[in-house]
């Protein structure tokens, strides 16, 4: 009878955080059974956290302001989760984020943003030539990016360099992007095109993870086809240190295997297009 009463108690005087403890229950569950690690889970929590300090604040009879400014918080967080697009070299990713676009999609091109942080007068331009040298410099002050590329991915030791050198001048950048486009624009379809995605703090701000895959020799021929051409070896090498597509697909939401036409992926980009 005392545990009745302390109960009804509770309940009555805390309502909303007695009904957040079975919402987040419930959320922590199906992420473990399902590997949900993204589908807003940081977002889900925040929302409820939001919830509790709302009523919290009217509990206390503080500024309604206030209540207002954590129900702010509540729609930025929903509003700062995208879908992500991501998948090996030479998968397609980057032509089904293209595609997209045909969908009035808004695409946020993470090797874009690389490839402008090699350039001179960005915020990574000197670290990274710190790190390898001035060797790598062009004669019109650009970094050789084949150059680059051929050094990371035959060195574990410089990969790991670069990569912490750019990561968090991408992260910050993709960030900025997002809330551009989906807060200040408030765009509804904006899409992450992202190659290294697996295992990185911006997984917090994606659901779904769109998985794209595709046979080897179908990679290998499409990087052979690009303008800006990969050695074979260097792109064994870039593979080596990818995670694989088994892994990919049981991590991601939706997988879509590009082993067909152009016309087929066309399909898909629609069907995927209706989903997001």
């Not at 090797?111 to 001179?120: F, G, K, Q, S, T």
């Not at 960030?175 to 703090?201: A, C, G």
């Not at 870039?238 to 879509?256: E, H, N, R």
Request: charged residues 20%; aromatic residues 6%.
């Amino acid at each position: 009878m005392a545990f009745e009463g302390t109960f009804s108690s509770l309940i009555s005087t805390n309502p909303l955080e007695v009904l957040c403890l079975p919402f987040l229950t419930a959320v922590v569950i199906l992420n473990t059974k399902y590997k949900r690690r993204r589908r807003g889970l940081l977002l889900y929590l925040l929302t409820a956290l939001c919830f509790v300090v709302i009523e919290a604040l009217l509990v206390l009879r503080q500024s309604y302001t206030l209540a207002a400014c954590g129900l702010a918080l509540i729609i930025l967080a929903r509003r700062m989760c995208v879908p992500a697009i991501t998948g090996g070299v030479g998968s397609g990713k980057s032509t089904l984020a293209k595609l997209l676009v045909e969908h009035g999609f808004v695409i946020i091109d993470c090797d874009a943003i690389n490839r402008e942080l090699l350039l001179p007068g960005s915020l990574a331009y000197a670290s990274v030539i710190r790190k390898f040298g001035a060797s790598i410099v062009l004669d019109n002050g650009e970094i050789d990016r084949n150059q680059l590329r051929e050094i990371v991915f035959n060195d574990e030791s410089k990969r790991l360099q670069l990569n912490k050198c750019l990561h968090t001048y991408v992260g910050l950048r993709v960030i900025s992007d997002i809330f551009k486009y989906r807060v200040l624009q408030w765009r509804r379809h904006v899409v992450l095109d992202i190659p290294l995605l697996y295992n990185t703090p911006l997984v917090l701000l994606t659901s779904p993870v769109v998985v794209v895959t595709a046979p080897i020799e179908d990679r290998l021929r499409r990087v052979d086809s690009r303008e800006t051409k990969i050695p074979r070896a260097t792109f064994l090498n870039i593979m080596k240190v990818q995670v694989p597509d088994k892994v990919l697909v049981t991590w991601g939401d939706i997988a879509i295997a590009n082993n067909g036409s152009m016309e087929s992926l066309a399909e898909m980009a629609e069907d995927l297009a209706s989903k997001l």
